[in-house]
């Protein structure tokens, strides 16, 4: 019997790359069933509510979603629909592994990273405070709970799949209780395990080595706003956010995503990238035990990022969404 999961098709080309990635699971003999929503800004402005209930229900009745980029309104007073999400389920790993792939050219060939960022707290509570019409202050939140499962989540992974180093990444200089807090809890574990090195750099200095010498970097934890910006950053180094897969994991729940935006500017085109979307789902083949499928959907795109006539405008080729997808079915069969 099939495994149903959620799937939530977003705006702009979200509903785009959703169609080709379900094409493509399907034709891989993934084996699951979909429960599929519209949500975002479309959603909104049709029904008035950004994400419907029945989309909730379903994501809470399967725990595992398939997400698609979503546009949230701008200047409505509404929070980030990744950052509600990420909160009212408790996906408190975002996992954004960036590797160098030879048929994508970039002036780095051995990126090799995999990001673990803390989801839940820090600056994206969202907590601010108008002092006067000159003055705001926002609230870092970073708690032990929080820093202690992020960090032994990054140690598991490394320890699980062969990775010799896990980097701390901080500013812990000059946040000395905040982010000194974060390094001492790294530090309290990394003792742990004994098999694996560990080292700690100051965010500003990582940005600066990442453009340098990526391939001193393996697995890297950090607190949520520097896991932002580091993974856009190494997704630079392989060619592009449309090449970066994504999952956020909690205890319950498990939300898989391309972290791109929506790309208005492009939406109804049939020139977008739905490679993100499709390693993220490959990530979540691999939670839901299919490890087999998802080898044999990257081995075939492996095979089709190398041909410039069927790959999408933004990683140089001259194809469309379509023609992606299908040769990617070719090879799959």
């Avoid at 907590?127 to 202050?137: F, G, N, T």
């Avoid at 600066?208 to 932002?228: A, E, H, I, K, S």
Wanted: charge should be negative; aromatic fraction near 8%; glycine fraction near 8%.
């Amino acid at each position: 019997m099939n495994q149903t999961i959620t799937v939530f098709k977003g705006d702009g080309i979200g509903p785009e790359i959703t169609d080709a990635v379900l094409a493509i699971l399907d034709a891989a003999g993934a084996g699951l069933s979909y429960e599929i929503y519209r949500v975002g800004n479309q959603e909104y402005l049709e029904n008035g509510a950004l994400i419907p209930d029945a989309a909730f229900q379903s994501f809470e009745r399967t725990k595992v979603l398939l997400k698609s980029p979503i546009t949230t309104p701008i200047g409505k007073g509404f929070r980030s629909l990744n950052v509600t999400l990420r909160e009212k389920y408790d996906l408190y790993a975002n996992i954004r592994p960036a590797k160098s792939n030879p048929a994508v050219k970039t002036p780095f060939t051995d990126v090799d990273i995999v990001v673990f960022r803390e989801n839940t707290e820090d600056l994206y509570v969202g907590k601010e405070e108008r002092i006067d019409a000159d003055m705001v202050y926002a609230t870092k939140i970073i708690t032990r709970k929080a820093s202690e499962r992020i960090i032994r989540d990054a140690f598991e992974y490394a320890k699980a799949h062969g990775r010799k180093t896990v980097t701390c990444v901080h500013k812990a200089n000059i946040l000395k209780m905040s982010d000194g807090m974060f390094l001492d809890i790294f530090h309290e574990i990394s003792g742990q395990y004994p098999q694996i090195t560990a080292n700690d750099k100051i965010v500003d200095n990582v940005c600066m080595q990442l453009v340098m010498n990526p391939g001193q970097f393996d697995v890297m934890v950090m607190p949520n706003l520097y896991g932002d910006i580091v993974s856009d950053l190494t997704s630079g180094l392989i060619g592009g956010l449309g090449l970066l897969p994504s999952s956020n994991l909690g205890s319950d729940y498990a939300m898989f995503e391309a972290v791109h935006g929506s790309a208005p500017d492009i939406a109804g085109k049939g020139i977008a990238n739905p490679t993100a979307l499709l390693w993220s789902a490959c990530m979540m083949l691999e939670y839901l035990g299919k490890d087999e499928i998802a080898a044999k959907i990257r081995r075939a795109v492996d095979l089709v990022l190398a041909d410039p006539v069927v790959t999408t405008p933004d990683i140089h080729g001259s194809g469309t969404t379509e023609s992606y997808k299908n040769a990617i079915i070719a090879h799959l069969a």
